[in-house]
């Protein structure tokens, strides 16, 4: 009810963003309602792609709790293009999730190419849902990096446009592009401007450097500067850890949307809790309970989809634990728990000594 009131003033809520911010965030081009992809987002706040984590399931969780759109975690391209049936279970996604944007990693534009011409015959047979194609040009993590692909990208900004470029001429849907500000120095307004020229239909813009990590707390302005150099809608992303962080972030850089990654895992209420604060009202933070129905919500969906197993259950049941005190016996407990139902039962004898 909660969340079917506050996306329905959705518009409302573009509004407010927008009067409240400076005279040249308003003149700035408005896309209303914030189409991505092929879709029209109902809300202005966004689940990121996180590998093991983000699976129909959760997705899906996080839209109910309010999440305008999802990604799934990426997928190398080659392996999509070598028919490893991995890829494909890490791709899958269901009508009922749209708004989603399928996440694929890769560096080379011919392999990029035949990827995204294998997910459009899937999409085309009603196999795959998705409102765009999402390229990763932001992971920093030292396989992807050897490879040549994500964040080792960001090096190479002609490359990027190759391959963005490659895509577009091979896709039917909307290609869409997550960077993040540069490799080690911010170069994102030229990385931006040559995504969006070699056709991309929307960007997602991490504020931090690949070689920064998250150390990192404060500097989302590049992302102010990106959407107003872009014609195209952006997504900021980075450190909108909490509802309030999340409106900050919106209202002060004047993206479209933004990105809550890593802050929504354990915690897929950050979804209408922030919707919530950006249209006036604050929600009180989650109670163990609501935590626990999640939990169990998140099992059922992943149940009804195919993709339960100790090991989601495990990652997702510590995450919903972070935040409540006395959880060192029950992490312990998880971490030794071999089926899901001993880490169901873990969960439902855990009683927070905070009560948050
Ligand atoms: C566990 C984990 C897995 C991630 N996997 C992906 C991924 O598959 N694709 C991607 O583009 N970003 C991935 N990311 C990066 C996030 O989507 C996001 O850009 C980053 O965490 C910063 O946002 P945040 O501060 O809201 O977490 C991952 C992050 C985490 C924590």
């Not at 927008?18 to 991505?36: A, I, W």
Request: aromatic content about 6%; proline content about 5%; hydrophobic content about 40%.
């Amino acid at each position: 009810m909660l969340l079917l009131s506050v996306l329905g003033k959705c518009s409302t809520i573009k509004e407010e963003v927008f009067t409240r911010q400076s005279p040249k965030l308003r003149r700035m081009k408005r896309h209303d309602p914030m189409k991505y992809g092929n879709s029209d987002l109902e809300g202005m706040f966004v689940l990121g792609p996180m590998a093991a984590y983000t699976d129909i399931a959760f997705r899906l969780l996080c839209r109910h709790r309010g999440a305008a759109m999802c990604f799934t975690e990426f997928s190398n391209a080659n392996a999509i293009v070598r028919n490893v049936p991995e890829s494909f279970r890490l791709m899958r996604t269901c009508r009922e999730e749209m708004p989603v944007g399928i996440q694929i990693f890769g560096p080379d534009e011919e392999v990029m190419k035949k990827a995204v011409q294998k997910i459009g015959e899937r999409v085309a047979t009603g196999e795959l849902f998705a409102s765009c194609i999402d390229i990763n040009f932001g992971c920093p993590s030292g396989s992807v990096i050897r490879a040549g692909a994500g964040s080792a990208l960001l090096k190479k900004p002609e490359k990027i446009a190759a391959i963005v470029s490659a895509c577009v001429s091979a896709s039917k849907l909307p290609i869409t592009a997550k960077i993040r500000a540069g490799w080690n120095t911010d170069n994102a307004v030229q990385i931006a401007t040559l995504v969006e020229k070699a056709g991309a239909a929307g960007l997602t813009i991490h504020w931090r450097t690949a070689t920064e990590g998250r150390k990192r707390s404060s500097g989302w302005e590049v992302v102010g500067e990106v959407k107003r150099a872009a014609g195209i809608p952006v997504i900021g992303n980075g450190g909108a850890n909490t509802p309030e962080r999340a409106v900050q972030f919106l209202r002060e850089t004047g993206c479209d949307a933004v990105m809550i990654s890593s802050a929504a895992l354990g915690n897929p209420g950050i979804f209408g809790r922030s919707n919530a604060l950006l249209n006036g009202s604050e929600l009180p933070p989650p109670t163990w309970e609501e935590k626990l129905s999640d939990f169990h919500e998140y099992a059922r969906l992943a149940e009804k989809f195919g993709v339960l197993s100790p090991k989601s259950m495990r990652a997702h049941a510590i995450e919903f634990l972070t935040g409540f005190e006395g959880v060192k016996l029950a992490r312990k407990r998880l971490n030794a728990a071999k089926t899901v139902g001993e880490i169901t039962a873990i969960m439902e004898e855990f009683t927070p000594a905070n009560r948050a």
